[in-house]
């Protein structure tokens, strides 16, 4: 037996003692643990799942210990994220902070910074929004143009910020900023990092197409930022933005494997709303072949996403094949969707009324949703200028 | 399961295709088309490949076979695909062979040795109709006093009209329709009674229109168990769907890197047209969609390696997601080509036309659908 063998079974008994049973549920979105310094906990079990996993360290599996993370290698994390689904246990921690910025952190920032931050993220203590987009700099992002003044021992920041993340709802953010004009716009971007207590800071929400409003506008008013909060070197942000970007762009396939686990399949919703013949065989012809073409991609999209995996460490790569995962992954979730809303037929059409079930309304609240899919995170079109120019090489204007 | 080709593998399919660079390129394929060959493929080439074993790449070890299993052979298939190369390997050992194997027995096992040493090659009579329905089989097989009687007629019997012998799909009992009553049988092609008509093809391979008139058999033609042929011919079918996706993900990748390569050099307007963000987008999706084809691909193969139980779904999904990219692939070969996509000068017309007869071979996109539907029980 190897050592990794040894350590699923580890795993596996650790996970089977520790993870409560009301944790090992499918999860939903009114259950999510989520951090911060006004963290609320859904219930007893959450609390009790989340404080196990942290003290362990494997809210942030991989993360080296010395900031509090699991230090486990990424074949170890590989095989807790592989136990932890097979007993269907839900994630310890929701936070923007272990997705996206923590990475980044770990990968930039200065010692003190990260001794500052990161064993705080990991501990579910604060809560990170993102400030990157703007109301005039959206898929064109280096255009941004809230800026960051010196003013001798602090910043001085004015400006908005589209999409933050629950905005409201967090303690800190990290932002793009302007913070020299004069030069090519990439080149006069720093990465700065702003408490949300801070004064003149303040956040308006964004009433969404599927009614929900987890985005926020944020203001920044002659908002005074300390020095030690600048990331990298001033005026190198936009690599760090692009290096984050690429885990928001992971981010998008690990958000995709959490949404809520439906207790039905796709084919036993079909069945249901649908109806079958006497033979077992759906009875609207053209949805089966769209459900059928629905199922044989997504599957290849998940062997797609397993075949990445066990390139790690092989000589032989396909330098194009991460690239193409966001774009393909977030596509078919929309046509998924679709097919849902086709098969509920006039009953996948209301968000509110209650003369439709939580679960019709919820489908057709994801499917709304969903359509975020292929817009954050750099969108489909721009997904598609990278694989043309860095897979096929092909050449610019 | 692993989706990543292991050493002695990628060996393998890098010499395949040094071997078809130097010896099998696309030109090969326009001189067996230019001359209307009787035979159809190179037997010279046939040789070479069984010089290097290819043909018991996947028989049991102690019929010689190497070891390489379906990934490997799935590697050379894909390369064969690149250059549109014809040989017997498909008819003769994915499907021929595989029934043999499967069947058991000694009078047809024994004759593996001779498909490994180039000696015998056959063909797979099984479609009637003008599309894939195995189970609609209508050609009988009777048992009559110590013998059998075959009657009725096949069409698209690949290699049809050079093979030495024909593998039969018959009908001995039950309905079209029914799986059971399916009986296979062996039969050299010169045998009183059978009138073999070759059909050319538009991508330049052969098949062939097979007439069998009241044929009169010894009980030793009978391959597997009378009526208990499906068994033998659903695993022949898998493993034949899931090698010819293989060949067509080939061509599919070939005929995509050849039409990159051309806009890259194409010039209009004063730039290259590759520049052009709606070509590039187009392209990219087709990116998208061969690397997905080629993850189904490396999956069905390994899943034949690996006797995994959900074979026939794999194959179906390989061979449905392969035959909607080569088509669309080719079909947009052709477009970004131009006018030049529309000439017999350039190769790409070759693949587009490949690519539909491919398409046709053990079932095409709907009856795959329809046969993941039924096997996902929907």
């Known amino acids: ?397 | 399961m692993t989706m990543v080709l292991n050493e002695e593998q990628r060996f393998l399919k890098e010499t395949v295709n040094g071997l078809l660079q130097k010896h099998q390129p696309v030109t090969s394929l326009r001189t067996l088309r230019n001359s209307d060959d009787e035979l159809g493929y190179d037997p010279g080439f046939w040789q070479q490949l069984v010089d290097m074993d290819i043909p018991s790449i996947v028989m049991p070890a102690s019929y010689g076979g190497l070891g390489f299993g379906y990934s490997g052979l799935g590697a050379v298939m894909e390369e064969m695909g690149r250059t549109l190369a014809v040989s017997p390997l498909f008819s003769t050992v994915v499907l021929g062979g595989s029934a043999l194997e499967l069947a058991g027995g000694t009078p047809h096992r024994d004759l593996l040795p001779e498909i490994a040493a180039g000696k015998l090659t056959l063909a797979l009579a099984i479609d009637e109709g003008h599309h894939h329905q195995p189970r609609a089989t209508a050609t009988t097989l009777t048992v009559a006093n110590e013998g059998l009687i075959l009657d009725g007629n096949k069409v698209f019997v690949l290699d049809g009209h050079s093979a030495d012998k024909l593998l039969v799909v018959a009908r001995s009992a039950g309905k079209p329709g029914d799986e059971y009553g399916l009986s296979l049988v062996l039969l050299p092609r010169e045998t009183a009674g059978v009138n073999v008509q070759r059909t050319s093809l538009m991508d330049g391979r052969n098949a062939a229109i097979v007439k069998f008139n009241r044929v009169e058999l010894g009980p030793e033609a009978l391959v597997g168990t009378l009526h208990e042929g499906w068994s033998i011919l659903l695993q022949v079918i898998d493993r034949g769907a899931i090698c010819i996706a293989a060949e067509m993900l080939g061509g599919s990748l070939e005929v995509f890197e050849r039409t990159m390569a051309y806009i890259k050099e194409r010039e209009q307007f004063g730039v290259r047209i590759g520049s052009f963000q709606a070509l590039q987008h187009r392209s990219a999706e087709m990116y998208c969609q061969l690397e997905q084809c080629r993850t189904v691909v490396l999956k069905a193969l390994s899943s034949l390696d690996e006797g995994c139980r959900d074979i026939s779904l794999h194959a179906s999904m390989a061979k449905a997601l392969v035959n909607q990219c080569y088509a669309h692939i080719s079909n947009e070969a052709v477009q970004m080509h131009g006018g030049m996509g529309l000439t017999d000068e350039l190769d790409i017309g070759l693949y587009l036309k490949r690519a539909r007869v491919s398409m046709q071979i053990l079932g095409d996109t709907s009856y795959h659908q329809d046969r993941y539907a039924q096997l996902m029980g929907y």
């Open chain 1, 1 to 397: 037996m190897t050592s990794l063998d040894n350590f699923r079974l580890e795993v596996r008994q650790w996970l089977e003692t520790n993870c409560p049973e009301s944790q090992r549920q499918p999860i939903i979105k009114e259950e999510q643990i989520w951090g911060g310094r006004r963290r609320i906990f859904p219930s007893p079990d959450a609390r009790l799942w989340f404080e196990r996993m942290r003290d362990k360290g494997w809210t942030a599996p991989d993360w080296p210990t010395e900031y509090g993370g699991g230090g486990l290698s990424a074949a170890e994390a590989k095989v807790l994220e592989q136990e932890m689904q097979a007993l269907g246990c839900r994630p310890p921690l929701y936070e923007i902070g272990l997705w996206m910025f923590g990475p980044a952190l770990l990968e930039y920032g200065s010692e003190q910074q990260k001794l500052e931050h990161i064993p705080k993220i990991v501990r579910g203590e604060i809560r990170w929004s993102q400030g990157y987009s703007e109301p005039s700099a959206g898929s064109d992002l280096a255009s941004l143009i809230t800026r960051a003044e010196d003013m001798g021992d602090h910043f001085l920041v004015n400006g908005s910020k589209m999409w933050t993340t629950q905005a409201d709802k967090a303690d800190w953010i990290f932002c793009l900023v302007r913070t020299d004009p004069k030069v090519p716009k990439q080149e006069g971007i720093s990465f700065l990092l702003i408490d949300m207590a801070s004064e003149g800071v303040s956040t308006a929400p964004i009433e969404l197409i599927s009614g929900e409003s987890e985005f926020c506008q944020t203001f920044f008013e002659d908002v005074r930022v300390p020095k030690e909060n600048l990331v990298g070197e001033l005026n190198a942000g936009w690599s760090i933005a692009k290096r984050l970007l690429k885990h928001e762009r992971k981010l998008m396939s690990i958000m995709e494997m959490m949404v809520e686990k439906e207790d039905e399949t796709v084919v036993e919703l079909a069945k249901r709303y649908v109806g079958v013949d006497g033979t077992g065989q759906l009875r609207d012809n053209a949805l089966r072949t769209q459900l059928t073409r629905h199922l044989m991609n997504s599957q290849a999209i998940e062997w797609t996403s397993y075949r990445l995996f066990e390139q790690h460490g092989q000589v032989i790569k396909d330098a194009g094949l991460p690239l193409i995962m966001k774009h393909i992954s977030t596509t078919e979730l929309q046509r998924k969707d679709e097919l849902i809303l086709a098969i509920m037929g006039n009953r996948g059409l209301s968000l509110k009324d209650a003369e439709y079930s939580h679960k019709e309304q919820r489908l057709v609240k994801n499917w709304a949703y969903n359509k975020a899919q292929t817009i954050a995170g750099g969108t489909s079109e721009i997904q598609l200028n990278i694989i043309a120019k860095r897979a096929l090489d092909l050449p610019g204007h």
